[in-house]
């Protein structure tokens, strides 16, 4: 048997959605990405996906048509239950479950409340649940027992969110990274180029070498 190993290298950062489309660029099947993501019930939603020529190289971009009223992910206790009730397989629900529930951890931490009353914003709606059921269902469906990651890079100056201006990283996703002894290193971009989702994901799933 041969064991498949993942590995990525994040020399520029990473959005949640980067990491299912850098599967479906691997072989991963669109159809079952979608099939996947249609075990969450989400009415309305609808995942396509592009090909990219960005600086003479190409890539796969997820985009999300969402047809979904209000954030089905507003907080973790709506997230676990949709991922509960899902017919996914055992091992997607159990890697999505841990991905959520560092995000709420994460964000407890930060605004200084217990789990159960997390309030999701900017990573409530439907690209997060994607982007983290994607990768998951991915990884199972291709077989990948490994995810192996670079440091993770670090931006710097601020991002506007619905909190208001904060510093890069953002306040989740360096909570994150403490909590998991997640690698990063120093990158020169002032701008946000890591994302709590895509950090939640990485700290769950990778080791980093």
Excluded: N, W
Aim: hydrophobic content about 45%.
């Amino acid at each position: 048997d041969v064991s498949l190993v993942l590995y990525l290298d994040l020399f520029s950062g990473a959005g949640g959605d980067m990491l299912p489309a850098a599967l479906l660029d691997l072989g991963y099947p669109l159809a079952d990405l979608r099939s996947a993501v249609a075990c969450l019930g989400l009415a309305g939603c609808e995942v396509h996906a592009e090909r990219l020529t960005l600086q003479g190289i190409t890539g796969t971009r997820i985009a999300i048509r969402d047809g979904c009223s209000g954030r089905p992910a507003a907080h973790a206790a709506a997230a676990l239950s949709l991922l509960q009730q899902s017919p996914l397989p055992p091992r997607v629900k159990e890697r999505s479950r841990a991905v959520f529930e560092r995000l709420a951890r994460a964000e407890a931490r930060v605004h200084g409340v217990p789990v159960d009353e997390v309030h999701f914003h900017e990573i409530g709606g439907v690209d997060t649940l994607v982007s983290i059921v994607g990768f998951a269902a991915g990884l199972e469906a291709m077989g990948i027992v490994e995810v192996c990651s670079s440091p993770i890079p670090l931006g710097s100056g601020t991002v506007t969110t619905e909190h208001g201006v904060l510093p890069v990283p953002a306040p989740a996703t360096a909570a994150l990274l403490a909590e998991s002894g997640a690698a990063t290193c120093a990158h020169p971009a002032l701008t946000e180029i890591v994302t709590p989702t895509a950090a939640a994901i990485l700290a769950e799933c990778a080791v980093f070498r």
